[in-house]
């Protein structure tokens, strides 16, 4: 069978009134934990973020982004 590849995209949200700095720092903790693991049988490729989201401006959320691309061996 042939190894499952794909991409984990976790999406923090915060009020737009608490700043940014706590949806970027959740966006640190995340990329920490799932940076280059393997769990499982699922090896977690290095994490790329956490990056802002464009947001319209009334938005009430801010929003930052992790990817992740893995790879998941057969079962």
Do not use: H, M
């Not at 923090?12 to 934990?33: E, M, Q």
């Amino acid at each position: 069978l042939d190894f499952l590849d794909g991409v984990a995209q976790c999406n923090v949200f915060t009020p737009v009134a608490a700043g940014t700095g706590n949806a970027l720092a959740i966006g640190d903790r995340l990329r920490t934990v799932f940076n280059r693991i393997k769990i499982s049988g699922v090896y977690f490729r290095p994490a790329n973020g956490p990056r802002s989201v464009a947001q319209d401006a009334t938005s009430a959320w801010y929003q930052v982004a992790v990817s992740v691309q893995f790879v998941a061996e057969p079962i």
